[in-house]
């Protein structure tokens, strides 16, 4: 089973800005992958989702964070900028879905999360 691998995450102030990475083990033939996130309370969301040729955002993180696909690494980044307090969640990459959108039951592999923390 290939495994995904989340790196990047941490702690930053309003309006900062990080990169995740996403690594998967091994070749997962399905070109959609993603980025969800889940915060204390909530039901994980959709975040980003990234297919050969299209991108798709949540309304939330449009204009600011941008998913993207390192071919030379076999990695999967999402850049975030002008983090708001609100984003603060467990960050997760997903792959394989039988549909690429956002929606969480549609992906079969996922990453263990990356914890992204902003503060005011």
């Known amino acids: 089973q290939v495994q995904l691998v989340e790196s990047g995450g941490g702690s930053v102030q309003v309006g900062g800005s990080l990169t995740l990475s996403c690594t998967p083990s091994g070749r997962i033939w399905n070109s959609c992958m993603g980025w969800f996130r889940q915060a204390p309370g909530k039901e994980r969301e959709g975040v980003a989702a990234?297919?050969?040729?299209?991108?798709t955002y949540a309304e939330s993180v449009k204009g600011r964070f941008t998913i993207s696909r390192d071919r030379a690494k076999n990695t999967l980044v999402l850049q975030m900028n002008s983090l708001k307090p609100e984003d603060t969640a467990m960050y997760y990459c997903?792959?394989?879905?039988?549909?690429?959108?956002?929606?969480?039951?549609?992906?079969?592999?996922w990453g263990q999360g990356i914890q992204v923390t902003v503060s005011s």
């Open positions: 990234l297919d050969t040729d299209r991108t």
């Open positions: 997903a792959a394989d879905p039988r549909m690429c959108t956002l929606i969480a039951s549609e992906y079969n592999l």
